[in-house]
């Protein structure tokens, strides 16, 4: 199915969800960490906000620092998720955010973010969402988006085949990560457009959850 905005009916047996950008509007803080990072390292804000969305923070550190020692890159990444946790100004829910988890309460699906438990925990408390009961963090995988290990891991610990889950994701790297998966994609935002999943909505207002028959959730896109 080509990216559209066009209404659409959709079907699977698991969700799988992304944090930042599609559940959780957190731009203003990434933009203002890692633009100071940039400055640090002498790099141009812009084009580190190119990579780093939806990556690992050291998986971004080393596509934009080639070289450098993956130690430095880690230690540097744990001193940027203490200060991504600490700093949860202007977080808030991505438009029918709420509603939209409430619709899965009782529902297979899982949250796949590439933050920790504590920056996860953080931004979707500062942003008044419920916390999946299955959650796929930084800690849980060894390889960041755009490797598919985490939409995998996310499908085994639901025990749902990856061809029956959608995954729902705004940036390059979450898109291209499902579709490694063998999963639908749906983009949420205007980040995901570029990166044409399968169906793209500007917000979660576009997207509607019916009950599941048979073991099979619906869902009305656009």
């Known amino acids: 199915m080509p990216a559209t905005a066009t209404p659409a009916v959709l079907t699977a047996r698991a969700l799988l969800l992304d944090m930042d950008g599609t559940l959780v509007n957190s731009d203003a803080v990434v933009e203002r960490i890692w633009r100071r990072w940039a400055e640090r390292h002498g790099l141009d804000g812009d084009e580190v906000m190119k990579v780093v969305h939806g990556r690992q923070g050291h998986a971004s550190m080393a596509v934009l620092l080639p070289g450098r020692p993956v130690e430095q890159n880690l230690a540097d990444n744990a001193r940027m998720l203490a200060e991504e946790t600490a700093d949860t100004e202007g977080v808030v ?81 979450g898109i291209a990560a499902g579709r490694a998966a063998g999963m639908r994609v749906v983009g949420v935002g205007p980040r995901a457009g570029a990166h044409r999943p399968d169906v793209l909505v500007s917000d979660l207002t576009q997207v509607s959850v019916e009950g599941p028959a048979d073991g099979t959730i619906r869902l009305r896109v656009g």
């Open 93 to 173: 829910e991505v438009p029918g955010a709420s509603v939209f988890l409430a619709a899965l309460s009782g529902l297979p699906h899982a949250l796949v973010t590439s933050a920790d438990v504590a920056l996860s925990t953080a931004r979707m408390n500062a942003a008044g969402l419920p916390l999946p009961d299955v959650r796929v963090t930084a800690e849980s995988v060894g390889a960041s988006k755009p490797d598919p290990e985490g939409f995998l891991k996310g499908a085994a610990e639901l025990g749902v085949d990856p061809a029956d889950c959608i995954v729902f994701e705004d940036s390059g790297a």
